[in-house]
Structures are given as C-alpha cells and as structure tokens.
C-alpha cells in the first residue's frame, strides 16, 4: 500500500523562526490534508490540498502531486504552534475514504 | 471549537465493564469516523459510517461495536477491553461528495483518553 513519510520527526525552533515540515507519498493520491495536534490531544485540519498551494495566516502549504510531496511553511513560529503536525493522504487507488497517515513531526517552539 | 464533540475526555474502566464514548457533530456532515491513537503508531481507522451506513471496519476486534443511530450521533460500544487497548480514540466528520466519493476535510473531536486497568 501507499506509504506516507514526514520529516524531520523532530524540530526545536525559536520563536519567530521559520520552517519547513516535509510530507511524502509513494503512490497518486485524490487528496492530502495536513493537521495540527495540539499537547491536549486536539486535531485541526489546516489545510485540504491535493495540489496547488494555500495560505493561511502564517502558515502556507503547496503540494506536488506529480512529484509526490507536499510542503508546510510555519513561518515566524509562536510558542502556540508547538505540537505534533500530521499529513494524511488518501490514496487514488483502493478503498476511498481510507486517509493513510503519516507519523507527524513533533515541533516545539521555544520562548 | 470544531463542530465535534466527544464525551467522556478521560475514562479508566477494568477489563470486565461496559462502557460508551459518545460523538456528535453539529456541522451539518454526512460522514463520521472513530479513530484510535496509541503512541508511536499512525492514526488507525476504526470505522466509517457515511450516510448513516457502515463503510469501514478495519478488523477492529468485537469488543469495539459502534453505532449510528442518525447523521449527527456516532457511538463506541467498549466491553471487555485488554489493556492494550488503552489510547487515545478520535471522531472525526466530513462531508463527502458521495457514498463512493474522496473523503472530505475531516474535522475531529477533543478526543477520549481511555484507560483500561
């Protein structure tokens, strides 16, 4: 099945830092949403991108469908932005309806 | 605020009770989701329920038994948990385009830590 691969696991900003969180998939994908898990548990949807690219505050995403990746920019990070970030995708192929995720990359945003 | 609320936040249950989470939406969507997340692992897909009919169950053992008695309302049905079924499970809505169509932006609920001693 399609494989979903996030990186870096791990990253320690400075407020005010900028960043770049990575999403690859190994297959064609209907659609991508990228999400926000805060440290109480709670999943946000920050953006539904299958290609193209969206912006949202601080926070803009751009996928490649063709070349199989998908990018969030976090710029002039806040200590509000700590958490995990999840990329799921839902593959073209198969059951519909089934997002396959990634592993997250946790952030930490220090004041 | 998302739409989705879940209630208990927290329960702790011995592996002999029976006990429900319970989810509803108020965003008007015609597909729900239970999700479970353990550490270290991706989010699993329990189940899906789109328009009130039951499209998913990921070999998700008998103990779990969901339900969905309307469009708004997602219940899981939990008897004779084993410890290691003790996570994090999520509901999560959408509105997707048909009963075979791609899944919708998914909104989730706060999430209920469960316990099993």
């Known amino acids: 099945g399609i494989q979903v691969e996030q990186s870096p696991p791990d990253l320690i900003l400075q407020e005010g830092a900028n960043s770049t969180l990575r999403c690859n998939f190994s297959?064609?994908?209907?659609?991508l949403q990228w999400f926000h898990q805060n440290p109480w548990g709670q999943l946000i949807n920050l953006f539904y991108?299958?290609?193209?690219?969206k912006q949202n505050g601080r926070l803009s995403a751009t996928t490649v469908a063709t070349e199989r990746y998908s990018l969030l920019y976090i710029s002039s990070s806040q200590t509000t932005d700590s958490g995990v970030y999840f990329c799921?995708?839902?593959?073209?192929?198969?059951?519909?309806?089934?997002?396959?995720w990634g592993l997250g990359t946790s952030l930490a945003v220090n004041p | 605020e998302t739409g989705v609320t879940q209630t208990p936040r927290h329960l702790v249950m011995g592996m002999t009770n029976k006990k429900s989470l319970k989810c509803e939406q108020h965003?008007?969507?015609?597909?729900m989701y239970w999700y479970k997340q353990s550490a270290k692992k991706p989010l699993e897909l329990m189940f899906v329920?789109?328009?009130?009919?039951?499209?998913e169950n990921n070999s998700v053992p008998s103990r779990f038994s969901p339900e969905c008695p309307n469009s708004s309302h997602l219940f899981l049905h939990l008897h004779t948990l084993q410890p290691e079924d003790s996570a994090l499970y999520l509901c999560?809505?959408?509105?997707?385009?048909?009963?075979?169509?791609?899944?919708?932006?998914?909104?989730f609920g706060e999430g209920s830590r469960l316990t099993v001693l």
């Open positions: 991108i299958p290609s193209g690219t």
């Open positions: 799921a995708v839902e593959p073209r192929a198969g059951n519909n309806r089934k997002l396959i």
């Open positions: 329920y789109n328009f009130k009919e039951q499209t």
């Open positions: 965003l008007g969507h015609n597909a």
């Open positions: 999560a809505s959408s509105q997707d385009q048909d009963v075979e169509g791609n899944t919708g932006e998914l909104f």
């Open positions: 297959d064609s994908v209907n659609n």
